[in-house]
């Protein structure tokens, strides 16, 4: 390992500090050889991570050798567990599980200074010394350490609110830890802010001083603050005091850079027992491969302030005092086991590795027919009432049983999730969000393994891709496959258990496409098969029987010769907005676009000629801002049956949607050019009810005439007046909604103060609504429902449902 690095190293144009360790940690990679990649605005949208959020993430990045691929956030691998990560949040979780290793703890104790209750505890349990702290906070804020008499507490707690932590004061010498896989391998020692008296300027002035030399070496500023008075008063002195020459100040309790103290590096060997002490940490959170632990040497033992689980760099790199330690590449080589040196050790430019990465991902391309010239069609009853009312599928399963004169009802299983069921005549049937309890535990386990799923086809003679299942990072046993193949064989490589296309990659055509996809996919296990050269369709099956099909296609735009692809996605995306599934199910802009566009030769400023067609993407999938376009009366009788087929080859199966690739559905199946790729047991019910282009079909209706004999489906009409506070607070919009929910044609309106409304359906359905009209909104007081029989239905204001 290199220990003779410093920040000035890693320092170069276009460094930004407030990610040392991501850039440090990257360019330490690079000189060793390894593959960087920076994974910034795409990569967040990828994850559908808001933007907003993208900064709690810091800067992602992913390392690679070839044989194991890691992303990091700063130095925090992302293998490390959400619950270790909340536990070390928690200071307090995270005393009691070091406390359980032997690990020596401040005792913290929380306490709410807006609870009179509380605040009198704090006196009245209070052990001096001790410290005072937020909750939740960095950098030292609103710390108070060192509090040694209830008058100094008294003077502090006048200064914050709210929940505090409060734990013991510990006296000695204060350390930073820095260890890898649970060994020690750096640490250093923080110093308190202090001045140096010279007989002549004030303690202001000595600090002003101080903080001018500190800002020119890039330093944080010693803070004028209570902490700063707290620790002065305890000297008697103050900012007007002269210190007599030669005499030192320490300014506060709290230590190192951020509070205006000092850094310096220290050998580990001045740290007895810390060896044993990082084990125990180790021991306490054995994913945390990498951490830093803030400890007080007492000279008896170290007892724990804090652990960080992604320690910053810079005070080893730059220590104020002491020798410089490259702990960047100490932390590749933890990693990788000391990477071969291929580079030299002059700085490299950040923004030049940028454009090698922008041009080094590889992505399949696709090759497949343009999107239909059709207008959409959404030809949905109340389909502007369908948005926002969560689960769209569930909705209209849920809807299409009131229409059968079923009885639905949503409760709180005994384990807290929400279920709900459909009652009919003589049968009640539960659903997991739009999942009937006829499909099996067991068979939904199956399809969501692809390749059970595969395994499982092929038992009942049906044709899959030929593929196997791998380890990730089993580079050595996928190498060994791949090569077996056929020269020119294309793969795919997708999640073992992944859904909407994420982590996907088609048409890999060599051995470095293939690792790349490895890297893609993000997934411990994944499927590689042989790539099928076709399209993809979706058809949906229900009690064995075909119901209806889409064509997926890949996200694209279409050229008007005046906007750039840019502008064309925004226009696209707001027309999908308007469709109660595709609302959810827009064109973001990703790394794989970016790989595509590139390669296609464009930019998201290129403005495209008239009529000209340009694929987005390299993956059909609607979710991921594909089309979709409804062919169901285009499927020759070859393509029904093996649809029907691959839903029977599970015996308890209620429907499903069964993915083919296929190069014409409307022929009969060439064998040599059709498979099945995959099983969905918990499939798109909407997807056939909302299609980008095309006839909707209600495949919600025949599922549920499948699974529950309808009840009483006669047609009844009601007039129903509503009296309280129910105008002007939304009331209509919100009934209309219940309306479109209950499979109701309603017409409403407001009469005075009062809301008149008339509905035709079910009598199950009537029944319910009278329920809910009495229920109520959120800000509405309905006081008195009236109802009555209507000889003649007419929805009189239907246009007023829309109003608010």
Not at 130 to 147: H, Q, R, T
Not at 574 to 601: F, H, T, W
Not at 637 to 665: K, M, S, W
Not at 762 to 780: C, F, H, W, Y
């Amino acid at each position: 390992m290199s220990g003779t690095a410093t920040l000035s190293d890693y320092f170069v144009t276009g460094f930004s500090s407030n990610n040392t360790c991501s850039y440090a940690i990257s360019l330490a990679a690079e000189r060793r050889g390894l593959r960087v990649e920076w994974l910034g605005i795409p990569f967040f949208k990828h994850l559908q991570v808001p933007l907003n959020q993208a900064n709690q993430l810091g800067n992602l990045y992913r390392l690679s050798d070839g044989r194991r691929r890691l992303i990091f956030n700063r130095t925090l691998a992302l293998s490390v567990s959400e619950q270790t990560r909340k536990t070390l949040a928690d200071k307090f979780s995270a005393a009691a599980a070091l406390a359980s290793y032997n690990i020596a703890t401040t005792k913290p104790q929380l306490y709410d200074l807006d609870d009179p209750k509380s605040y009198q505890a704090l006196h009245s349990k209070a052990s001096y010394p001790l410290v005072l702290k937020p909750v939740k906070g960095s950098m030292g804020k609103g710390v108070f350490a060192n509090i040694e008499t209830p008058a100094e507490l008294t003077s502090v707690l006048q200064k914050l609110s709210g929940k505090v932590v409060c734990e013991r004061h510990i006296s000695g010498k204060e350390y930073r830890i820095y260890a890898l896989g649970g060994q020690p391998v750096a640490a250093v020692r923080r110093h308190p802010p202090m001045i140096t008296g010279d007989g002549q300027r004030t303690v202001e002035q000595l600090i002003e001083q101080e903080n001018t030399a500190r800002g020119k070496r890039k330093l944080p500023k010693i803070k004028f603050e209570d902490a700063t008075l707290l620790r002065l008063k305890k000297s008697r002195l103050t900012y007007q005091s002269v210190p007599e020459a030669g005499e030192q100040i320490i300014l506060s309790d709290k230590l190192g850079r951020s509070s205006g103290g000092m850094i310096e590096r220290v050998p580990l060997n001045s740290l007895p027992g810390c060896g044993q002490f990082c084990e125990a940490v180790y021991s306490a959170f054995p994913d945390l491969e990498v951490f830093a632990a803030d400890v007080i040497d007492t000279g008896k033992e170290l007892v724990v302030i804090e652990i960080n689980s992604r320690p910053q760099s810079s005070s080893l790199l730059k220590p104020d005092l002491g020798d410089p330690f490259d702990f960047a590449d100490a932390f590749v080589c933890y990693f990788f086991s000391q990477p071969k040196r291929l580079h030299n050790t002059a700085p490299i430019s950040v923004r030049a590795i940028k454009d090698d990465l922008k041009s080094g991902a590889v992505r399949a391309s696709f090759s497949g027919r343009a999107l239909a010239d059709y207008a959409p069609v959404i030809a949905e009853p109340d389909t502007e009432l369908l948005h926002n009312q969560g689960n769209i599928h569930q909705l209209i399963l849920q809807r299409a049983a009131w229409r059968q004169g079923c009885l639905v009802n949503c409760f709180t299983n005994k384990s807290g999730y929400k279920r709900w069921s459909v009652t009919s005549a003589n049968r009640t049937l539960r659903f997991r969000q739009n999942m009937p309890a006829v499909t099996s535990l067991k068979t939904r386990e199956i399809t969501n393994d692809k390749f059970a799923t595969k395994r499982k086809l092929e038992q009942a003679g049906i044709y899959t891709p030929r593929g196997e299942a791998f380890a990730s990072n089993d580079i050595d046993a996928i190498t060994t496959w791949y090569r077996a193949l056929p020269t020119g064989t294309k793969v795919v490589v997708k999640p073992i258990d992944g859904a909407g296309g994420k982590g996907v990659t088609s048409n890999i055509q060599s051995y470095d496409e293939l690792l790349m996809a490895l890297d893609y996919a993000r997934a411990s296990q994944v499927v590689i098969e042989e790539h099928i050269e076709g399209d993809d369709f979706r058809l949906i099956c229900s009690g064995g029987r075909f119901l209806a099909a889409i064509h997926r296609l890949p996200a694209s735009v279409t050229g008007d010769g005046k906007h750039t692809i840019e502008q064309l996605i925004a226009i696209k995306n707001k027309a999908r907005k308007a469709n109660p599934y595709l609302k959810k199910c827009v064109i973001r802009y990703d790394e794989a676009m970016a790989y595509r566009l590139q390669k296609s030769g464009y930019t998201l400023a290129t403005v495209l000629a008239d009529n000209e067609h340009c694929f987005l993407n390299d993956i059909a999938n609607v979710s991921a801002g594909g089309d979709s376009v409804d062919v169901t009366d285009k499927v020759h009788d070859d393509y029904r049956a093996l649809a029907e087929r691959a839903q029977l080859a599970f015996t308890d199966l209620a429907y499903c949607g069964v993915d083919i690739l296929a190069t014409d559905i409307s022929s009969p199946i060439d064998p040599k050019k059709t498979a099945v790729i995959e099983v969905n047991a918990n499939c798109d019910v909407a997807l056939h009810h909302f299609p980008s282009v095309g006839k909707p079909r209600n495949v919600a209706g025949e599922i549920m005439a499948d699974l529950l004999p309808a009840g009483n489906t006669e047609r009844q009409a009601r007039y129903y007046r509503v009296r309280g506070k129910v105008t002007g607070v939304g009331y209509r919009r919100w009934a209309a909604k219940m309306c479109a929910a209950l499979g109701l044609e309603a017409g409403i309106r407001n009469v005075g103060s009062e809301v008149e409304i008339s509905a035709r359906g079910t009598q199950v359905a009537l029944d319910e609504l009278q329920r809910l009209l009495i229920q109520g909104s959120n800000k509405s007081v309905p006081t008195e429902v009236s109802c009555r029989p209507l000889n003649i239905f007419n929805a009189r204001g239907g246009v007023n449902i829309l109003d608010k």
